[in-house]
């Protein structure tokens, strides 16, 4: 009997379908992201009924924000976000947005997300509509000491490589795993989802995350992944864990027979 092996089963054709859709929409959303990447950067002066304090946007062609690309310069953040501590802490402000104290804060945290200043570029004063410029210069009475103009100073950015890279892996393909420790094997429950079972008798889960800064990976004793055991920045690492945590399992269920 012969088998046509060109021809891919029903099962196998609707598979191929679902992979060939979900890698069009991932690109579909890379190409989004990537088109929504901020390209300016701006150091704005709060009004002084706002305490009068400074902020980092970073912003679209567009003028679009998202909300984790609006950071306090002169406080402290929201709860958990990181801070430069020799940038956050300004007593006294002293040419308005083009103070030097702020734009070291400014170019920390552009560090972190990911950005540089276009080659050649600088901060420079930013001109607000003709009104808001009107409204600015009735507030001069009252502004607090060491805000003077400019109260607006921006600057061209553009995304690193490590940051292309980061979205590269955040819309494409899961990682291939490593070679699996005798006894182990792995099967796909999720996207970045695995199923590990050591010697048919016991499942784990191990999960993969893109991150800037380094992905991470990490493994759950249960499928629902509430029960975290460990992390770290390559698979290869937790899965040799896998046989020694079936042993020590197996040890303490031999362990609470015997009591």
């Known amino acids: 009997m012969s088998h046509n092996f060109d021809t891919p089963s ?8 679902v992979l060939a859709t979900m890698t069009e929409r991932l690109e579909r959303m890379r190409a989004g992201r990537l088109a929504a990447l901020p390209t300016v950067a701006e150091i704005r002066m709060a009004y002084p009924l706002a305490g009068g304090g400074a902020t980092l946007r970073l912003m679209t062609a567009e003028g679009s924000t998202a909300e984790r690309h609006m950071i306090p310069l002169t406080e402290r953040g929201a709860a958990g976000r990181e801070n430069d501590p020799a ?101 796909p429950s999720s996207p970045r989802s695995w199923r590990i079972c050591y010697a048919n008798r016991r499942f784990w889960q191990l999960s993969y995350r893109p991150r800037m800064g380094g992905d991470v990976w990490t493994l759950y004793a249960d499928q629902a992944r509430t029960k975290f055991l460990a992390s770290a920045a390559s698979p290869g690492e937790l899965l040799a864990t896998v046989p020694a945590r079936d042993a020590e399992a197996s040890e303490q269920a031999a362990a609470r027979k015997g009591y």
């Open 87 to 187: 940038g956050i802490y300004l007593d006294t402000i002293t040419v308005g947005a083009n103070t030097e104290g702020l734009k070291t804060a400014a170019e920390w945290h552009l560090t972190r997300l990911g950005f540089n200043y276009v080659p050649s570029l600088a901060w420079t004063p930013h001109t607000d509509s003709a009104s808001s410029e009107a409204q600015w210069k009735e507030w001069a009475p009252m502004l607090p000491k060491g805000h003077r103009w400019p109260h607006t100073v921006r600057v061209a950015i553009e995304a690193t490589a490590e940051h292309r890279a980061y979205i590269d892996r955040a819309y494409g393909p899961a990682p291939e795993l490593p070679d699996l420790p005798a006894g182990v094997s792995a099967h």
């Open 10 to 17: 029903p099962a196998g054709g609707e598979r191929s379908q």
